[in-house]
């Protein structure tokens, strides 16, 4: 119980710390598209980011109030409203910074999650498994293969599913084990695709 409560509150913190960096990469879209095209109006930054007007708003909104952006005139083009959002020095600083630290947030968490990684597979490996099947998203299966090879890993991937139904494609005795990516499914789902619950194991 003790575990799975750990388990739950590190996973809250996983989500946090996800929605913090993407608060982050947002407000670097909106900075790198302001210094880089003619914006007049929200809904074309919106557009062009990707990001939801209702943030847009709420972000220009702060930049605003922080002298990030400014709105400025500007003639280019006679067809065109005559004014745009328009990047300050200290916009273009804010810029810069938050490149450097997102490059770098990016790479400590690419090795935080190589280093999980490769310890849940070692330990798998010790557990006597050799052929294994990952249930999960691709990136992850590939961040998988990749470790196997750089540690000499004694396992196998034999196949990757992108869910569960996918494992009745894969003959029973063609695995020892059955690797997934979400800590939720339980030993019923197992069951229901023929798989014993102490042939399943969680990557987190």
């Known amino acids: 119980m003790l575990f799975k409560i750990e388990q739950h509150s590190f996973a809250i913190i996983i989500f946090a710390a996800i929605s913090l ?48 952006v400014k709105i400025g005139n500007f003639h280019k083009n006679p067809h065109k409203i005559g004014y745009a959002y328009l990047l300050t020095p200290k916009g273009i600083e804010a810029k810069s910074k938050l490149a450097a ?7 400590k968490e690419y090795n935080s999650i190589r280093r999980r990684l490769a310890g ?5 490996e010790k557990s006597g498994y050799n052929r294994i099947v990952f249930i999960g998203p691709e990136i ?12 000499a890993l004694a396992l ?45 194991v969680s990557l987190w």
């Open 21 to 68: 960096m993407l608060l982050s990469e947002k407000h670097f879209q909106i900075l790198e598209t302001l210094g880089g095209q003619e914006i007049s109006t929200q809904r074309q930054l919106a557009k062009s980011t990707g990001i939801s007007l209702g943030q847009i708003n709420y972000v220009l909104k702060q930049f605003l109030a922080k002298g990030l």
């Open 101 to 107: 630290r997102f490059i770098v947030s990016k790479l």
């Open 120 to 124: 849940k597979l070692t330990a798998i």
């Open 140 to 151: 992850v299966k590939e961040f998988i293969e990749c470790i196997i090879y750089e540690k």
């Open 156 to 200: 196998v991937l034999v196949a990757h599913c992108e869910d569960w139904q996918d494992i009745k494609k894969h003959d029973d005795n063609s695995f020892d084990l059955v690797v997934e990516f979400n800590a939720n499914q339980d030993a019923k789902t197992a069951k229901l695709n023929g798989i014993s619950s102490d042939r399943v």
